[in-house]
């Protein structure tokens, strides 16, 4: 039960979807996202490529987004 739980855990953060409008911004280093080059995480927050540099781990958060971390993290 816990891993169909985590599978649909992980499908909702799939589904979600996020505006990047020309004034948002990098949680990191404040600066506008605008239409640079940017790196959106699962959990909703987006930031600068150069911000988040590992694609499977959020600056902010620490949060992991590797499959493996998905499974085990549930």
Not at 34 to 49: C, D, E, N, S, Y
């Amino acid at each position: 039960m816990e891993t169909l739980n985590t599978e649909i855990e992980f499908n909702n953060l799939q589904a979600a979807y996020l505006v990047v409008r020309e004034d948002t911004e990098c949680q990191v280093c404040k600066g506008k996202l605008g239409f640079k080059k940017i790196r959106i995480f699962p959990h909703g927050m987006a930031f600068h490529m150069r911000c988040a540099k590992n694609p499977q781990e959020c600056p902010v958060t620490r949060q992991r987004f590797d499959m493996d971390a998905v499974v085990a993290g549930g």
